[in-house]
């Protein structure tokens, strides 16, 4: 009577063996993943319109002609001519929000800068309670502090300022900040602090040569939210600023809004949204990849 060999078989593959039982016929490829997947990206698609929606409606609007607007006929740009040559002109409120969102940035950055290094790397009395009374700040309701320091900045002589408005606006970034860049510093090893001390590297210049571009994703991400920040900011510039001519690009859109008898114009108001709104798309695009870079520094440390 024949027997039948139920030991598994020797299978060689180049210079791989492998044990292969009889009828294997190997794993099939579990489909879970993609299915559970698939809501998510549904999840994530639909957001994606919610939030966008709007905007590209707007932009849609402010070209495409309404009764009412300087578009009353045809597409075009009417609506920007108008909101070009509203009162002292578009390019003035452009570069007044743009002064500001610039030195805003800059010191922000600056001073965020070397407050996370100094957290981060160094030990003294009263450390703890220092940052935590920068964080504080977090804690005052915006509004309540512009006018004392209105008054503050009347007192020095930076009253109707863009400078002014600069600085106060900086003084409520500092304290995300301050908390992103010391994580984005602790963040990072230090042993390239020692090594670079020991290959003959002063303090100063381990910072700048070596700490420097090991922090540059926690610096994007703190530049991009001082410049949003600023840029979009409405309440500083209507407390602080009494000139007309020295009034940022959200203000003029709001003051531009009821300016024929108290009716709105919606098609320039339309426009005037997309003027603000394309340099922190285009911004964001750029930056994407180094703002979530940014974020995720403090996950890990070493």
């Given amino acids: 009577m024949a027997t039948t060999d139920i030991r598994p078989r020797a299978a060689v593959t180049g210079s791989t063996r492998a044990i292969v039982a009889p009828g294997y016929r190997g794993r099939s490829?579990?489909?879970?993943?993609?299915?559970?997947?698939?809501?998510?990206?549904?999840?994530?698609?639909?957001?994606?319109?919610?939030?966008l929606y709007p905007l590209v409606w707007t932009g849609v609007a402010s070209v495409s002609p309404q009764a009412g607007t300087n578009q009353a006929e045809g597409w075009g740009f009417g609506n920007y001519e108008k909101l070009a040559n509203f009162q002292s002109g578009i390019w003035v409120y452009l570069g007044n929000s743009l002064f500001v969102s610039i030195l805003t940035v800059v010191l922000t950055l600056l001073i965020s800068f070397l407050g996370g290094y100094a957290f981060a790397r160094f030990s003294f009395p009263g450390k703890n309670l220092l940052f935590l009374s920068v964080l504080a700040i977090l804690m005052v309701p915006y509004a309540t502090l512009l006018i004392p320091l209105y008054v503050i900045l009347n007192a020095v002589g930076l009253q109707n300022s863009l400078v002014g408005v600069a600085l106060v606006l900086t003084m409520f970034q500092l304290p995300f900040s301050m908390f992103m860049m010391r994580i984005s510093f602790e963040s990072v090893p230090r042993e390239l602090d020692e090594a670079a001390l020991v290959d003959g590297c002063t303090s100063f210049t381990a910072l700048w040569r070596v700490l420097l571009p090991a922090v540059k994703p926690g610096l994007i991400t703190v530049g991009l939210f001082a410049f949003l920040t600023a840029w979009n900011d409405f309440i500083a510039p209507l407390i602080l600023i009494n000139d007309q001519s020295r009034i940022t690009l959200p203000l003029a859109v709001a003051n531009l809004r009821g300016q024929t008898m108290g009716v709105i114009d919606y098609g320039v108001t339309e426009a005037g949204v997309v003027v603000l709104a394309l340099p922190c798309i285009v911004l964001f695009l750029i930056l994407q990849r180094h703002y979530v870079r940014g974020f995720m520094s403090g996950a890990f440390k070493g």
């Fill in 29 to 51: 490829r579990p489909s879970g993943p993609v299915l559970w997947g698939l809501p998510g990206k549904v999840f994530t698609g639909a957001l994606a319109i919610i939030f």
